[in-house]
């Protein structure tokens, strides 16, 4: 059983960058897909990024692109997001997830994700 407990949230001004961790209770997180995925007030859970368990490549939802960064650490059992640029509508509590059966085609789906964290709150606000 995996447990996933996320870090670094808090209260930032738009424009700023904030930086959340995921830390993993297992073996190792190697074989499993990581991913990102956050609850906006009044809105369902949407996915955020994620990045397979092989391979390199990161998957971004559209409105992070370009300003949030997924990376992983095997070595430490970690995910990471660095959110740059943030916006008053990044707003939400943020969640790590993980799952090693998550097809490349479903990874934007959070019921492809066995495993997630308590959630850490992100708060946009000038």
């Known amino acids: 059983q995996m447990q996933l407990v996320e870090s670094g949230g808090g209260l930032v001004q738009p424009g700023d960058s904030l930086s959340l961790s995921c830390a993993a209770s297992c073996r190792s997180i190697s074989r499993y897909t990581m991913a990102w995925f956050r609850h906006a007030p009044g809105k369902e859970r949407s996915f955020a990024a994620a990045l397979r368990s092989t391979g390199g490549t990161a998957y971004y939802a559209d409105s992070v692109k370009g300003r949030f960064i997924i990376s992983r650490d095997n070595t430490k059992n970690t995910v990471n997001l660095k959110m740059n640029t943030l916006k008053p509508k990044d707003t939400a509590v943020y969640f790590c997830?993980?799952?090693?059966?998550?097809?490349?085609?479903?990874?934007?789906?959070?019921?492809?994700?066995?495993?997630w964290g308590q959630g850490t709150q992100v708060t946009v606000s000038s």
């Open positions: 997830a993980a799952d090693s059966s998550v097809i490349l085609s479903s990874l934007r789906q959070a019921s492809q994700y066995a495993y």
